[in-house]
C-alpha cells in the first residue's frame, strides 16, 4: 500500500471541499441565516419569552443554520489536519514498523522506528524526486529505501558501501577498498523469542561502531536471485563475492548477516530508491525499553 499517495489523495479532495465550503457553502450558509434573523426579528416574540432568552433563541438559530453538515466537518474540516500530516510525514519525518530480524541485534521485530525525511536531501512525496541537495548516506548509516526489485515495498539496511567503492565480503568478514573492517567479538545475543544464543560482533563502518550477528568462517553460499543491474560489477565466489558500486548507488547489508536477503543477493540500491535515514526508535509495545536513538 502506497501511503503516501493515499495522504495525498486525501489532501487533494479535501482541500477541494475546504474551496467549495469557503467560496460556496458557506456563504450560501450565511445568506441563508441572514434571512432567517431578520424574518425572526421581524416577528414578535411570545408572551412571557425574555430579552435575554430571545437572544439565546436568535443565537441558537444563526449557530444551527451556520453549521457545516456532516460530510463537510468529514472533509473540508479535516483538511488542516490531513496537510499538516502528509508534511510532516514528507519532509521531516515517516514512523515504519520493523517486520523482520534481519537487522538483529540493532532493531527488533516490532520496533517502532522514525526515518528522517530531509538528511540525504528534500524530495517530492509520492514521485522521491529530489529537488534539494542535502547531505548523502555514510557508510554505517541504517537506511530505508524502496526495494529495487519491488519499488511498492520498503526495506531497511544499514549502508556498507558508497559509489565506487570496492567491497569484497568472505567468510563473514567485509573489506573495503582494500581495508578489513574492524570486527571484534562482542559476546553473545540472546534471541529471547527462539531462546537461542547467537556470536555478537562490535563493527566499526565510517565512525560509530555497532553490532552484528554473524558465523565467522562459516560456509554458506551466496549467489544472486538473478540478474540486476550493474551486475557484471560483481564476481560471485561460492561463499563470497566481490563488487564495485556504481555511480549513484549503495551496497546494503543487514546486521543480522545469515539472516537478512540484501544486497548480496538482489543488487544495489539506487540513489532514487531512497526513503531516508532511520535514527529513533518511538515504541515497541512489548519492550518499552527499547524507545530511544540507535546507531
Known sequence: MNFALILFVLVLITFAAWLADRFIFRPRRIAAARDALEHFDASAAPAGVSADMRAEEREGLRAKLERQPIWLEYTAGLFPVIAVVFMLRSFVAEPFKIPSESMLPTLFVGDLILVNKYTYGVRLPVINTKVIEVDSPKRGDVM???????????????????????????????????????????????????????????????NTPHKVLTELNKSSRIEPMERFPFIDRCSYRGSGLDCTVPAGHYFVMGDNRENSLDSRFWGFVPEQNIVGKAFFIWMNFGDFGRIGRFH
Do not use: C, M, W
Not at 177 to 204: K, W
Open 144 to 206: 530505508v529505501f524502496r526495494y529495487p526489485r519491488d519499488p511498492s515495498i520498503d526495506y531497511i539496511k544499514r549502508v556498507v558501501a558508497l559509489p565506487g567503492d570496492r567491497l569484497v565480503y568472505a567468510d563473514g568478514r567485509l573489506t573495503i577498498n582494500g581495508q578489513p573492517v574492524p570486527l571484534t567479538a562482542a559476546g553473545e545475543f540472546e534471541d529471547r523469542r527462539r531462546l537461542i544464543l547467537y556470536p555478537q560482533y562490535s563493527e566499526t563502518l565510517g
